[in-house]
């Protein structure tokens, strides 16, 4: 399936055999796992779980364009015109995602909501930096706790101390977030309700990839 369309970016909610979350992919992968027949899509219709194959879904395409149109994501192939599906179910797959929600510098930028810890004002991604509240000079850690946003300027001005030797104050005190920042983004937008369906409290922790 050779597809041309931005939809391939978007997320799908992964489940395995047991309908417990495991992950969050993107488009293309979903549609490699699909196309292997190795996963089925998981839909929420009037309340109630239905299961698709791929070719099934890709039926529906022409329906779903006409009455729900705005609720989905889209990839266009040479053949055919179809719908991002928001959840798929790995079969024979049991394991359960690791513990704990990823330190890197996607999850410090969603946590921080892409806000500059210092002025508070917010940035693209390409003018933020990850700055040490205690500096590594200083025996600062790379942890939840010690690293934050920071536009390039309050970065500058900070240099190597600590908030209160720049006379800078942060806007919040960094914690570690109990659940997956970009995930809680994600359950923002309606294309994602049908999500909350399957993350409770105890698979809150899946990894983006």
Avoid at 112 to 125: E, L
Avoid at 171 to 200: C, E, H, M
Wanted: with cysteine.
């Amino acid at each position: 399936m050779t597809a041309v369309a931005s939809g391939l970016d978007a997320k799908v909610l992964v489940l395995n055999r047991m309908y417990a979350v495991i992950r969050v992919v993107d488009a293309r992968r979903a549609f490699s796992l699909l196309a292997k027949q190795v996963a089925e899509i998981i839909a929420i219709e009037n309340g109630a779980y239905r299961n698709y194959d791929l070719a099934t879904w890709a039926d529906l395409g022409a329906l779903q364009q006409q009455f729900e149109r705005e609720e989905h994501d889209w990839v266009r192939t040479t053949r055919v015109v179809i719908a991002v599906p928001k959840i798929i179910r790995v079969l024979g797959y049991d394991r359960l995602p690791r513990e704990g929600v990823k330190l890197n510098r996607r999850n410090i930028y969603a946590r921080d909501a892409s806000r500059c810890q210092y002025c508070g004002r917010a940035f693209s991604t390409r003018e933020l930096t990850l700055d040490h509240v205690i500096p590594r000079v200083q025996g600062g850690e790379n942890s939840w706790t010690n690293l934050v946003c920071a536009c390039v300027r309050c970065n500058a001005r900070k240099g190597g101390r600590t908030p209160s030797q720049a006379g800078m104050k942060l806007v919040r005190t960094p914690r570690q977030p109990k659940r997956n920042p970009a995930i809680t983004i994600r359950l923002g937008s309606p294309r994602y309700q049908s999500w909350k369906a399957f993350l409770d409290e105890a698979y809150w922790t899946v990894e983006l990839s």
